[in-house]
């Protein structure tokens, strides 16, 4: 998949397992970097190296146990611009769901349309993975929110001081939901 609304070809890729254990480094980056960005990603700031790194361990064995999807964005250099997840693993009474996860756009790639590809993205694996809803949950307020609302999903509710942001101060999280 190449993108044609950047500034530059954007390809978008799925990972398996090893991949992803591979590609910790990069990913680190990238997380690192939104939550240093003030993402509200669970994470606080100052997020460690070792930490973000742990976190990416997680997401390779849960790829590779097929409990979830991982998409990344690379520049033509190959280098991993974005990312999300599309977590799969549910409830047996919930086979048709699945939730969406750590949306993270590196800031050197931002305000590029490189966050609407990885949504139109994770909404055609979560199709190829027989799931008809989809959920995710957000920030109040930020960009996302806005996003999420352009990209077709429908908004539930907020929850005030649901969470906290990287810096300490409460926030307020949307939660959303996508038929397919």
């Not at 750590?102 to 993975?129: E, F, P, S, W, Y």
């Not at 008809?132 to 960009?143: E, F, I, K, Q, R």
Request: charged share 25%.
């Amino acid at each position: 998949m190449t993108a044609s609304a950047t500034a530059f070809a954007i390809t978008l890729r799925r990972l398996n397992g090893q991949e992803v254990a591979r590609s910790r480094e990069a990913l680190a980056d990238v997380l690192v970097d939104c939550v240093d960005g003030g993402a509200s990603v669970s994470f606080m700031a100052p997020l460690p190296r070792d930490k973000a790194l742990q976190f990416w361990q997680g997401v390779a064995e849960s790829v590779a146990r097929d409990d979830r999807i991982l998409l990344v964005a690379e520049s033509p250099r190959g280098d991993i611009l974005g990312t999300v997840q599309l977590i799969t693993a549910m409830p047996d009474n919930q086979p048709h769901r699945a939730e969406v996860a750590k949306l993270l756009v590196h800031r050197k790639a931002r305000r590029q349309g490189l966050a609407r590809q990885l949504m139109q993205a994770i909404d055609d694996a979560a199709r190829a993975a027989g799931k008809s809803v989809l959920v995710l949950d957000t920030a109040t307020g930020g960009d996302a929110e806005r996003l999420y609302e352009t990209a077709g999903w429908s908004r539930v509710g907020v929850v005030p001081d649901y969470a906290l942001m990287p810096d300490g101060a409460p926030c307020g999280t949307t939660f959303f939901y996508k038929r397919l």
